[in-house]
């Protein structure tokens, strides 16, 4: 089956633009999180929904932001772009979200690419 | 504040031998641990996963340890390939709620 789509894959933009990303998950998962990744921090996460509703949210501003739709399709909204938001984002997918930890396995797509210039 | 920790960014192990790699963290309350393998250009996939409740899970070439009093766990690989050259995350839940990744440690294997 197919996996965990993201689009776009590259994005270039300028300090205080906006943006959205957006995420399709595997078919039948309901649960999609939101993850950015840069050198100096590693892996972090942004926040998860599931069935529509913000479930989890990580320590970032204000400025990122997401949703879910009825389909589970996901989008993330960046406003007011700064240099440091330049990243991989990633989303992944799984049945039950994160309190189905370990039993529920994440699945990762392949990313966004943000470049802020 | 890290809660979960790499502390080696880079590790080079010759084919055949054995690689271990190390994270440590910092809150007791974390349930559930889980290694991850990231290969450039790719999103992370899931590689092994330990329950707090343990100390030992094994699949295949991997297996994890869990040290709870040291707040320690290792991947370790057994033997080698140059297919595991990567990028490798531990991740920690805790409370079943987020999962908290380090900041990776890229793995060479050389032939």
């Known amino acids: 089956k197919a996996g965990v789509t993201q689009t776009p894959r590259y994005l270039i933009k300028t300090r205080g633009q906006q943006v959205t990303l957006s995420c399709s998950p595997i078919s039948g998962h309901r649960s999609v999180s939101w993850y950015q990744q840069t050198p100096g921090q590693g892996l972090q996460f942004l926040f998860e929904y599931f069935s529509e509703t913000q479930r989890n949210k990580g320590n970032f501003p204000g400025r990122f932001s997401g949703r879910q739709f009825s389909n589970s399709r996901s989008e993330m909204n960046v406003s007011t772009l700064e240099l440091g938001d330049s990243a991989l984002y990633l989303c992944a997918s799984s049945l039950g979200g994160l309190a189905g930890a370990g039993q529920d396995t994440q699945y990762f797509g392949p990313g966004t690419r943000l470049t802020v210039l | 504040d890290q809660q979960v920790k790499q502390n080696s960014p880079s590790l080079s192990v010759q084919e055949g031998r054995i690689s271990i790699l190390n994270c440590d963290y910092t809150?007791?309350?974390?349930?559930?641990f889980l290694w991850y393998k990231k290969y450039p250009a790719e999103g992370p996939t899931f590689l092994i996963s330990i329950s707090s409740i343990k100390d030992k899970n094994e699949d295949g070439r991997f297996t994890v340890f869990l040290n709870k009093s040291a707040k320690h766990l290792s991947l370790h690989i057994v033997p080698s390939q140059p297919g595991d050259s990567a990028v490798y995350f531990c991740a920690a839940i805790i409370n079943t709620d987020k999962l908290i990744f380090g900041t990776g440690t890229r793995l060479q294997v050389f032939p």
């Open positions: 809150n007791s309350m974390f349930d559930y």
